[in-house]
């Protein structure tokens, strides 16, 4: 039995990059694997992954290391290195890999798993300075066509959108599948963003997707912040052309969209619940300042009970270029800071609503 490391460990090692992950494989059956190596367990999966010492083996698709190969899903993952340290590669492998070109690794790649254009678009927010092929993408585009991509399961496409939203720059993930026209059926709320305006032209010089793109690739290393980035400005798709270039409610309107598009690809409800205070409440954070102190009140604890809290305001500053976060801070420190006295306590809604004003009394004299 014969083992080779392959995938994006030998690519990033070739890279000068220390690999996040190993994957193996093995000539011979997965029985023949479990017999030699009595503590490994099946995965649960068709394809007759093994788990061993939290490393995933595989057995060789088809009948050689090369044939293998051809069942990647890029050139530059197609790459495997047996135990005497030689190399196998496709023909374009290492040439895709020096000129940083995403490319297919066969004419079956997108047939074998459609998955694999979510894969390239996260590939590519993961490699900036990688390009991907024209043809690469207009197969993406054939299979969106073909409607190919509508059976794949939610948790799987979720989860190249939580990987894309952790790479060096997320936006390209938006970029790419739009560019394949491959936004239906999992990111409809999007699908049009790139031919409606993002506001009047003093305010915004970009369409709607551009300008998503550019605020999620503008937050800071959060996925929270990132997805709401993504979200925030979803109702402008669903903008009446009567009033453009302006988007006047489309925090309502995307607050639903948001909880739509979280729903639809089973994400956690702490990032559905995110992404729809994102969009309704995103422009009161960029007004911060100017908002009366019950305003306040309501927002950031709001955020604040939620968990959102520093990731509200890193969208904020994302999307308007305004950091309120360290005042927020302090007005929020401020709202724990206030209780009340014992005797108004325990008396239902009424102890709420004292509370309340009770909070904005203080942040209006002492912020």
Same mark, same amino acid.
């Given at each position: 039995?014969?083992?080779?490391?392959?995938?994006?460990?030998?690519?990033?090692?070739?890279?000068?990059?220390?690999?996040?992950?190993?994957?193996?494989?093995?000539?011979?059956?997965?029985?023949?694997?479990?017999?030699?190596?009595?503590?490994?367990?099946?995965?649960?999966?068709?394809?007759?992954?093994?788990?061993?010492?939290?490393?995933?083996?595989?057995?060789?698709?088809?009948?050689?290391? =090369?044939?293998? *190969?051809?069942f990647?899903?890029? %050139?530059? &993952?197609?790459?495997?290195? !047996?135990?005497? +340290? $030689?190399?196998?590669?496709?023909p374009?492998?290492?040439h895709?890999?020096?000129?940083?070109?995403?490319?297919?690794?066969?004419e079956?790649?997108?047939?074998?798993?459609?998955?694999?254009?979510?894969?390239?678009?996260?590939?590519?927010?993961?490699?900036?300075?990688?390009?991907?092929?024209?043809?690469?993408?207009?197969?993406?585009?054939?299979?969106?066509?073909?409607?190919?991509?509508d059976?794949?399961?939610?948790?799987?496409?979720?989860?190249?959108?939580?990987?894309?939203?952790?790479?060096?720059?997320?936006?390209?993930?938006?970029?790419?599948?739009n560019?394949?026209?491959?936004?239906?059926?999992w990111?409809?709320?999007?699908?049009?963003?790139?031919?409606?305006?993002?506001?009047?032209?003093?305010?915004?010089? =970009?369409?709607? *997707?551009?300008?998503?793109?550019? %605020?999620? &690739?503008?937050?800071?290393? !959060?996925?929270? +912040? $990132?997805?709401?980035?993504?979200?925030?400005?979803?109702?402008?798709?669903?903008?009446?052309?009567?009033?453009?270039?302006?988007?006047?409610?489309?925090?309502?309107r995307?607050?639903?969209?948001?909880?739509?598009?979280?729903?639809?690809?089973?994400?956690?409800?702490?990032?559905?619940?995110?992404?729809?205070?994102?969009a309704?409440?995103?422009?009161?954070?960029?007004?911060?300042?100017?908002?009366?102190?019950?305003?306040?009140?309501?927002?950031?604890?709001?955020l604040?009970?939620?968990?959102?809290?520093?990731?509200?305001f890193?969208?904020v500053?994302?999307?308007?270029?305004?950091?309120?976060?360290?005042?927020?801070?302090?007005?929020?420190?401020?709202?724990?800071?206030?209780?009340?006295?014992?005797?108004?306590?325990?008396?239902?809604?009424?102890?709420?609503?004292?509370?309340?004003?009770?909070?904005?009394?203080?942040?209006?004299?002492?912020?």
């Amino acid at each position: 039995m014969k083992f080779y490391l392959v995938g994006g460990a030998v690519r990033d090692m070739l890279l000068g990059i220390s690999p996040k992950e190993y994957d193996f494989v093995f000539s011979g059956t997965v029985n023949q694997f479990i017999s030699c190596n009595p503590t490994a367990r099946k995965a649960g999966n068709d394809f007759g992954i093994c788990i061993l010492h939290g490393i995933e083996y595989a057995p060789i698709r088809g009948a050689t290391i =090369e044939e293998d *190969l051809t069942f990647r899903d890029l %050139t530059i &993952n197609a790459f495997a290195l !047996d135990e005497e +340290a $030689r190399l196998y590669t496709l023909p374009q492998t290492l040439h895709d890999l020096q000129n940083k070109i995403l490319r297919h690794a066969s004419e079956n790649t997108f047939l074998q798993d459609p998955l694999r254009v979510f894969r390239v678009a996260r590939f590519a927010a993961e490699l900036p300075d990688f390009s991907v092929h024209s043809e690469t993408v207009d197969m993406m585009r054939h299979v969106a066509a073909e409607g190919l991509l509508d059976n794949l399961t939610p948790e799987r496409v979720g989860a190249e959108l939580i990987k894309a939203l952790q790479s060096p720059v997320p936006g390209r993930f938006l970029e790419v599948l739009n560019g394949a026209a491959c936004l239906n059926p999992w990111f409809t709320e999007l699908s049009k963003m790139s031919l409606i305006p993002a506001g009047p032209i003093q305010y915004h010089s =970009e369409d709607c *997707l551009a300008h998503t793109v550019n %605020t999620v &690739n503008r937050c800071r290393s !959060d996925v929270t +912040a $990132r997805y709401m980035a993504l979200c925030h400005d979803l109702g402008k798709q669903e903008t009446s052309e009567k009033v453009l270039p302006r988007h006047i409610g489309h925090e309502k309107r995307g607050e639903s969209l948001a909880e739509c598009l979280g729903r639809r690809l089973k994400l956690s409800t702490h990032l559905i619940r995110a992404g729809a205070v994102a969009a309704r409440q995103h422009m009161k954070g960029a007004q911060y300042p100017t908002l009366r102190a019950g305003t306040k009140v309501d927002l950031i604890y709001s955020l604040h009970k939620q968990q959102i809290f520093e990731a509200f305001f890193m969208m904020v500053e994302a999307d308007s270029g305004n950091n309120y976060l360290l005042q927020a801070q302090a007005d929020l420190e401020i709202l724990l800071s206030v209780s009340l006295p014992p005797d108004q306590q325990n008396l239902g809604e009424e102890s709420g609503r004292k509370l309340r004003e009770l909070r904005c009394m203080a942040l209006s004299t002492l912020s």
